[in-house]
Nanobody, 124 residues
Framework: QVQLVESGGGLVQAGGSLRLSCAASGRTFSRYAMGWFRQAPGQAREFVAAITNSGSSTRYADSVKGRFTISRDNAKNTVYLQMNSLKPEDTAVYYC?????????????????WGPGTQVTVAS
């Protein structure tokens, strides 16, 4: 099990940028594939991006491809989500998640541990 805490959310104007961080506890962080998901009010939680345990491969939702970048620093037990060219439709609570058994999955059920989330609001 790994404990996750997101940070870096906030209010930004459309076209702006934010970088989210997700700090993980424990010494086994490098064994986990990681993902970012988001949930807007009244909507289901949706996949945003994922990265392998080594950081060598990534996967993105079509809606964020070319605008968002996922990365990780295993020495710092941290995964990041750089978000550029933000749009009002990116407004949501953003969650990071850890998967011990699946790589680059888009499915919430394949992630074992979740952070509490951080709010991102993009004003038009």
């Amino acid at each position: 099990q790994v404990q996750l805490v997101e940070s870096g959310g906030g209010l930004v104007q459309a076209g702006g940028s934010l970088r989210l961080s997700c700090a993980a506890s424990g010494r086994t962080f490098s064994r986990y594939a990681m993902g970012w998901f988001r949930q807007a009010p009244g909507q289901a939680r949706e996949f945003v991006a994922a990265i392998t345990n080594s950081g060598s491969s990534t996967r993105y939702a079509d809606s964020v491809k070319g605008r968002f970048t996922i990365s990780r620093d295993n020495a710092k037990n941290t995964v990041y989500l750089q978000m550029n060219s933000l749009k009002p439709e990116d407004t949501a609570v953003y969650y990071c998640a850890a998967s011990a058994g699946f790589i680059l999955s888009t499915l919430t059920a394949r992630y074992d541990d979740w952070g509490p989330g951080t709010q991102v609001t993009v004003a038009s």
